[in-house]
């Protein structure tokens, strides 16, 4: 694929290529990923100025995204990735492989720097949700923090730099500058820009409060190493923008996929004879398994891995409290979603009487969830956020765009952000495949299919 670059992301690019430590706030969906690959491509090879690269991601990004995204583009598809995850074992044999990106989750950063010691061998290291560094007093910071001399290349990424308030910018801008805009400790930094608020019995101080032209000051000393984006102020964005994020599978859950749609597919008729009712049989129990867990012949839900639900709290993380209205296909995902959630300390909410649609036209509502045959037309839904989540694909396209429109509608202050969880490797790619075609859906599902048994039957 050809990647023609919004002028927003020319413009980031450039800033990555000038500015060798530089904090690129960007709204979700407006091409974080691709933007700096595009710009690290270049560095790498047209201007020699990085050798090593080091990207530190969340989980189940750092298993899929950044190696897909790269994959993706025609520019950039020369990028070789390895993803330092897994066992240790298994790091440091990803370690000592020739890439150009090495990809780690963020807990595995206290190790890396630790293993390395002295001879820390990355000399560009892109930070994505840099907002998950923002405690000073974390490990993962104290460790990155230690390396930071040796860094000669940083890029940030991130759409809420400071979720819970302007202190939580120290920690990630120290290790752009070292402390030279905001100060070289945070105490110094608090006393600076902050008055002490709420004080218990004894004289405790429980919170900090900015100080009268505090948010003014702090991103005039930053401005110059730190871009902030939001979708609403580019015009020439589309009003909605489709984001895929790819869930892989751990290996015992990608050998229960490939199993399961080996067994059922040699139980069907050659492919030519194959009904809409057994292919809807076959679809619905391998969109389950994608979803992570499968109904029995009494209907008990078997949770079989975690891998989407893992992907969905993380997505649910990024966004830093930002409202989400998210769909889901089969009960038991919305029983596992929601015991997911249940310690997030986040306000979720199913979708059921209209007080749950006027509380989350109010923001009292972090996450509303839903089935989307039950919410997919009638309802607005626009003034509670920007952000959709589908969980469970569906195939029907009527349906699909119906929920959508809950945001997208006449009244919408903001750029919609439609976040589809896709597993490789399974039919959730067909749904989404179906659902880009717009036309022919039921054509597609069968073709689709007849692919796979195909593919299955002849020992692929």
Same mark, same amino acid.
């Given at each position: ?82 993803? !330092? ?163 892989e599978l751990d290996l015992r859950s990608r050998k229960a996929y490939n199993d399961l749609e080996r067994k059922m597919v040699l139980e069907l008729p050659d492919e030519e004879d194959i009904s809409v009712t057994s292919a809807a049989a076959l679809s619905n129990k391998l969109l ?12 008990? #839900? ?37 015991? #997911? ?13 209209? !007080? ?46 119906? #929920? ?40 597609? !599902? ?15």
């Amino acid at each position: 694929m050809i990647f023609k670059p919004h002028a927003y992301q020319q413009h980031c690019i450039n800033k990555i290529i000038e500015v060798k430590k530089l904090g690129l706030f960007l709204d979700m969906g407006l091409g974080k990923t691709v933007t700096t690959l595009t710009a690290v491509k270049d560095l790498k090879y047209n201007r020699f100025a990085v050798c090593r690269v080091l990207v530190i991601a969340p989980k189940k990004v750092a298993e899929g995204t950044w190696t897909r995204e790269a994959a993706k583009w025609d520019h950039t598809k020369m990028l070789r990735a390895s993803p !330092v995850l897994g066992s240790q074992t298994k790091r440091i044999r990803a370690l000592n492989t020739p890439a150009d990106l090495y990809i780690i989750n963020r807990e595995n950063i206290v190790w890396l720097v630790d293993y390395y010691r002295n001879s820390w061998p990355f000399d560009m290291v892109i930070v994505d949700e840099s907002s998950s560094f923002k405690s000073h007093s974390a490990k993962r910071f104290k460790a990155l923090a230690s390396v930071s001399g040796r860094i000669d290349r940083l890029v940030e990424l991130t759409g809420t730099p400071s979720p819970n308030g302007l202190a939580d910018l120290w920690s990630q801008v120290f290790l752009l500058d070292a402390g030279e805009r905001l100060g070289k400790k945070y105490t110094q930094f608090r006393e600076r820009f902050f008055d002490p608020g709420r004080r218990g019995a004894d004289g405790m101080i429980y919170d900090y409060r900015p100080k009268v032209g505090s948010e003014q000051s702090i991103l005039e000393r930053i401005s110059d190493i730190c871009i902030s984006m939001k979708a609403e102020d580019y015009l020439q964005l589309p009003d909605v923008t489709y984001h895929e994020i790819p869930v892989e599978l751990d290996l015992r859950s990608r050998k229960a996929y490939n199993d399961l749609e080996r067994k059922m597919v040699l139980e069907l008729p050659d492919e030519e004879d194959i009904s809409v009712t057994s292919a809807a049989a076959l679809s619905n129990k391998l969109l389950q398994l994608s979803n992570g867990a499968l109904y029995d012949e009494d209907h008990n #839900a078997h949770e079989i891995h975690g891998c989407k639900i893992e992907a969905f709290l993380e997505l649910i993380e990024s966004l830093q409290g930002k409202p989400a209205l998210v769909f889901y296909n089969f009960q038991h995902d919305r029983e596992r979603i929601l015991l #997911a959630l249940s310690k997030s300390g986040l306000r979720v909410r199913e979708l059921r009487k209209p !007080v749950d649609e006027d509380d989350w036209n109010n923001r009292n509502i972090d996450v509303l969830l839903t089935h989307p045959a039950s919410s997919a037309y009638g309802l607005n839904l626009q003034q509670g956020g920007n952000h959709v989540i589908w969980f469970g694909l569906t195939w029907n396209y009527e349906l699909y765009t119906q #929920a959508n429109k809950r945001l997208h509608r006449q009244g919408q202050t903001e750029k919609v952000i439609i976040h589809h969880l896709v597993c490789t490797g399974t039919r959730d790619e067909d749904v989404m495949q179906a659902l880009q075609r717009k036309d022919d859906v039921q054509s597609w !599902v069968m073709e689709s299919l007849k692919a796979r048994i195909k593919k299955i039957k002849e020992g692929g």
